[in-house]
């Protein structure tokens, strides 16, 4: 069975001193680092929040404060502070993160007007990003999602994966919730189990 790892955004504004730092996300980067060591993964696939400075999930750019949640073309948007705006510090990967087995990356968030959680499609479900595409080509079978947050970006990332029909697991060590809201890291673990996610210790 062909595997991939999936890193999902780990970029200097989900890491300590970030914009929107995710508790303890430094910590994760030593794991995954170790998982690449260990591991022999057919792909290695980075994604990238990377978003145009208008970005309509930030704040700033709908009059209203940080945590407020709007309607964005139909569908509910949680107002976040302004980050990883394209080209600038904050969108680079972390320094500590072994970038050498890189295979692949997936920048994501690039229409204004659409976040993207989601590492395989927006969240309106409008426009797949090729992720997808990319693993079938590759004839990856099972794929392994580690990164920030555990309950944005990976639990969606992780429940398209398994839409996609790929066995799917979740390092519990390699991730980190920013829990905007007590329990969200772990209702995120709920919903992925019962959607079929395995989750590794
Ligand atoms: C993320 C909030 C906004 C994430 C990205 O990577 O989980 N969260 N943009
Ligand atoms: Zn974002």
Known sequence: MKKA???????NDFCEGGALAVPDADSIIPYINLLLEENEYDQVV???DWHPANHKSFASNNGKNVGETISLNGVPQFMWPDHCVQGTFGADFHSDLNRDKVTHIIQKGKNPE???YSAFQDNNHFMKTGLEDF?????IQLVEIVGLALDYCVKFTALDAINAGFVTCLHF????AVNVKPENGKNAIYDMLERGVTILG
């Open 46 to 48: 980075l994604t990238q």
């Open 114 to 116: 659409i976040d993207s």
């Open 5 to 11: 790892l999936i890193i999902v955004d780990v970029q």
């Open 173 to 176: 060590n390699g991730t980190k």
């Open 135 to 139: 693993l079938r080509y590759h004839d």
